[in-house]
C-alpha cells in the first residue's frame, strides 16, 4: 500500500515570501501521479498542481511549482510571492496507474498560515 | 463549471440515528467518492464507486454503506450513528480514463452525533 507523509503539521509564511511544504511518499510502482491540494478555511477543496511521475520537468502553475525527486520520493510544493489568500490547509496526495487506480492516498495535511 | 454539491453544509444528529448523505455531481463523471476528514489524519476514504450500483470498500468502510442508483448521485448510509462518527464528510467525483483523474470535491458535511 501506498503512504504519503507530510512531516510539516503548520508553517507560516510572511506575505510576499516563498515557503517550500514537504511530502514524502512510499510505492513501488514505477508510474503514478502526484497532486497537491488546497483547502482553505471553509471552503472547497481544489487541486493546486500536479505532475506525472515519467515527466522529469517540474510542474508548474503561476506561483506554485513543484520540485520531483522520484528517486528519493519527495514531492515538495513551493509557493512564491505568498498571498493572503494562499492561507490554507495543503494536501499531498497519490495516486496509482494500475488497475482500479481510481483512489487518492492523501498525507495528514499541512496548514499555512499567510501573515500580513 | 465543474460542480459538486451535498445536501448539507451541517448535520447534527442522535446516537443510533440513520443517516443520510446526498452528493451530486453535474460533470457526468464516472467515479464517486466518499472520505472522512479528521484533523491530524487527513482524508481517509470510506467507500468509492466506478459505476452505477457498483461500490467498492476504501480504508475505512466499519459503520457505513453506500448508494448509487444514478450516475449523478452518490449516497453515505451510517445505519445507526455512533459519537465516534462526528466528522467532516466530503464527496469527490472524478472522470475514468488513463489522464489525470483529478477529483473534484463538494464543500463538505461537518456531521456531529451526540
Known amino acids: 500500500a501506498q503512504t504519503v507523509t507530510q512531516s510539516q503539521p503548520e508553517m507560516s509564511v510572511q506575505e510576499a515570501e516563498t515557503v517550500t511544504l514537504s511530502c514524502t511518499y512510499d510505492?513501488?510502482?514505477?508510474?503514478?501521479?502526484l497532486f497537491w491540494y488546497k483547502q482553505p478555511p471553509s471552503r472547497q477543496m481544489i487541486l493546486v498542481i500536479r505532475?506525472?511521475?515519467?515527466?522529469?520537468q517540474n510542474a508548474t502553475e503561476n506561483r506554485f511549482s513543484v520540485n520531483f525527486q522520484k528517486a528519493a520520493k519527495s514531492f515538495s510544493l513551493k509557493i512564491s510571492d505568498s498571498q493572503l489568500g494562499d492561507t490554507a490547509m495543503y494536501f499531498c496526495?497519490?495516486?496509482?496507474?494500475?488497475?482500479?487506480?481510481?483512489?487518492?492516498?492523501f498525507g495528514k495535511g499541512t496548514k499555512l498560515s499567510v501573515i500580513p | 463549471d465543474v460542480k459538486v454539491t451535498q445536501s448539507s453544509r451541517y448535520l447534527v444528529k442522535r446516537t443510533g440515528e440513520k443517516v443520510f448523505l446526498e452528493c451530486v455531481q453535474d460533470?457526468?463523471?464516472?467515479?464517486m467518492f466518499w472520505y472522512r476528514q479528521d484533523p491530524g489524519l487527513g482524508l481517509r476514504l470510506i467507500y468509492f464507486?466506478?459505476?452505477?450500483?457498483?461500490?467498492e470498500k476504501g480504508d475505512i468502510p466499519e459503520g457505513y454503506s453506500v448508494s448509487r442508483e444514478k450516475k449523478e448521485r452518490f449516497s453515505l448510509i451510517l445505519e445507526s450513528a455512533s459519537t465516534n462518527q462526528t466528522s467532516m464528510y466530503l464527496c469527490?467525483?472524478?472522470?475514468?480514463?488513463?489522464?489525470?483523474?483529478?477529483?473534484?470535491f463538494g464543500p463538505g458535511t461537518r456531521l456531529t452525533v451526540l
Open positions: 505532475q506525472e511521475a515519467y515527466k522529469q
Open positions: 496526495a497519490f495516486m496509482g496507474t494500475g488497475a482500479g487506480s481510481y483512489q487518492l492516498t
Open positions: 469527490a467525483s472524478s472522470r475514468q480514463g488513463n489522464s489525470y483523474n483529478e477529483q473534484f
Open positions: 460533470m457526468d463523471h464516472e467515479n
Open positions: 510505492t513501488s510502482e514505477s508510474n503514478y501521479y
Open positions: 464507486s466506478y459505476d452505477v450500483k457498483m461500490k
